[in-house]
């Protein structure tokens, strides 16, 4: 491979970008090869995103110096940096949903036919032989909402790929995909590679980095602290560069801060009995106990987030029934939800989570605001007091708490939410991915939050798609497959392999766990 230091593809040096007085990036530096695929990592907030938007033309840097391709390099705007060789799959997708999947793919490249109009037919064809790379045969016709995140996400994977790039950045690529899909975007990084391609590789999932990429850059607090061959590191080192640790601390710490036999369980909070919603949700059976994490388990499309809907009343059973503290009483919808005593933090924080033209404190109140109400008027008083205690207590990283939520990082984003639900304390917890895109340390922030809720004998319904995360954080897990509960692993005894085990064998029981 290329020595990145004598004759990088790109090079970005003592790169500086403030907001408001603030420093984001403090003499940040990115070297790439060409045709290396290069990890870069980091907290939330650490500046990667802020070096990924200069680079992208999305923000003008304040000092420092960017060659790309042998030539010194400023990028206006994205669509200039598309036209460099750079293209950027952001982890949240800035796709167009009520498009086709062919104008998604080849919108502003659309082929042309006589007079300059657009020929949908070879747009088509090109489309199919960029998604046939991707093992993905759907109809390119039909809008692109119509399908999952996970092709949604191959999509704007493929499309990127499909524009010539000679740097192609991905944020978060696999977050939204399964295993099998996760092997077929290997594959194709693969062959990115071999053919003199670089990627920038942004992910919180360490394990990846050490299958595909060669080097790896860590910043920490807008900086670049460590840059070194993945092959002379670990996960532990890279989590203390990451966190500014002693490595020994962290060894004797753990990796996480759940774990799972949180004493003697309460009463019954909540127990559904072969529920269904239609075709991704058939025949679920689950119990939660006070003072338990009960983990869903299973791959995507399993059916977890569906159970998650079901349970809150997002979506109309279609069958089974729901009792609730031994009340039969199935939530028609998440109103009735929330005054039965149960919350959901969705998995799409965007989408369904943040508003994000508003302040932290509207976002965080908003489903207490019945009770902070008193005559139709909002007692702001009461109100700022709570959020502040509760900024306080998750340690949410904010300037005030009038701050718009869209500027906060990512794992801050996410104590916000988190938040939200904990200040109604509900007696039970639906948490659908809650650490899924934030960093190491905020994951573990969050985790802790998570268990000190159950201590307080509360109960828990977790969703992961991290099997350690379950397997340590879980006192039963429930497998899921295919809108099915196919088996429950109980503590002591939940292991990796059993939890691979249960995910892996067929069993065609129609839900009977």
């Known amino acids: 491979m290329t020595d990145p230091l004598s004759s990088p593809l790109l090079s970005m040096t003592a790169i500086d970008k403030a907001f408001g007085g603030v420093a984001a990036l403090k003499s940040a530096s990115l070297n790439i090869a060409s045709g290396e695929v290069h990890a870069l990592i980091g907290q939330n907030g650490a500046g990667k995103s802020t070096l990924i938007k200069i680079l992208t033309g999305v923000y003008r840097r304040d000092d420092g110096d960017i060659r790309f391709d042998g030539m010194s390099s400023t990028i206006t705007s994205p669509k200039a940096a598309q036209e460099r060789g750079i293209a950027t799959i952001y982890q949240e997708l800035n ?201 869903l388990g299973g791959l995507l499309g399993a059916g977890r987030t569906e159970t998650a809907r079901a349970l809150f009343g997002v979506d109309k059973l279609t069958k089974g029934d729901i009792s609730l503290q031994g009340r039969m009483a199935a939530p028609a919808n998440p109103h009735q939800a929330i005054a039965a005593g149960i919350g959901l933090l969705s998995e799409d924080r965007k989408a369904e989570g943040i508003i994000p033209d508003m302040s932290v404190r509207e976002n965080l109140t908003l489903a207490l605001l019945p009770s902070l109400t008193r005559h139709g008027q909002i007692q702001h008083g009461r109100e700022r007091e709570l959020v502040q205690r509760f900024i306080d207590a998750l340690g949410i990283k904010t300037a005030s708490m009038e701050q718009p939520i869209r500027e906060l990082s990512g794992g801050n984003q996410q104590k916000v939410l988190l938040a939200r639900w904990l200040a109604i304390e509900p007696d039970l917890l639906i948490l659908d991915e809650p650490t899924r895109g934030v960093d190491v340390g905020a994951k573990l922030e969050i985790q802790a939050i998570i268990r000190d809720f159950v201590k307080k004998g509360f109960g828990v319904v977790l969703i992961s798609s991290e099997f350690e995360e379950l397997v340590e954080g879980a006192d039963r897990i429930v497998v899921l497959q295919d809108g099915y509960s196919v088996s429950v692993l109980e503590n002591p005894g939940i292991t990796e392999n059993a939890l691979v085990n249960a995910i892996a064998h067929h069993h065609d029981t129609g839900g009977r766990a």
């Open 95 to 295: 796709l167009v949903p009520l498009r086709s999947v062919t104008e998604n793919v080849t919108m502003g490249y659309e082929p042309k036919r006589f007079g300059g109009f657009i020929s949908w037919k070879s747009a088509h064809e090109r489309t199919r032989t960029i998604l046939a790379r991707f093992g993905i045969d759907i109809d390119v016709t039909a809008p692109l909402g119509d399908y999952s995140t996970a092709i949604q996400q191959l999509v704007a994977i493929a499309r990127a790929v499909s524009l010539d790039s000679k740097l192609v950045i991905m944020d978060e690529p696999t977050s939204s995909l399964d295993d099998r899909e996760v092997e077929v975007l290997f594959e194709v990084i693969s062959g990115l590679k071999a053919d003199g391609v670089s990627v920038l590789y942004v992910s919180h999932y360490l394990d990846e980095l050490f299958r595909i990429c060669d080097r790896v850059t860590v910043m920490r607090d807008g900086q670049t602290v460590a840059v070194k061959p993945i092959g002379d590191t670990t996960k532990l080192d890279l989590i203390a560069d990451m966190l500014g640790r002693d490595i020994d601390a962290l060894q004797s710490e753990g990796l996480t801060e759940l774990s799972g036999g949180h004493g003697d369980l309460g009463e019954k909070l909540i127990e559904a009995r072969g529920i269904g919603t239609g075709r991704r949700l058939r025949d679920v059976n689950l119990v939660v106990h006070r003072g338990e994490i009960v983990g």
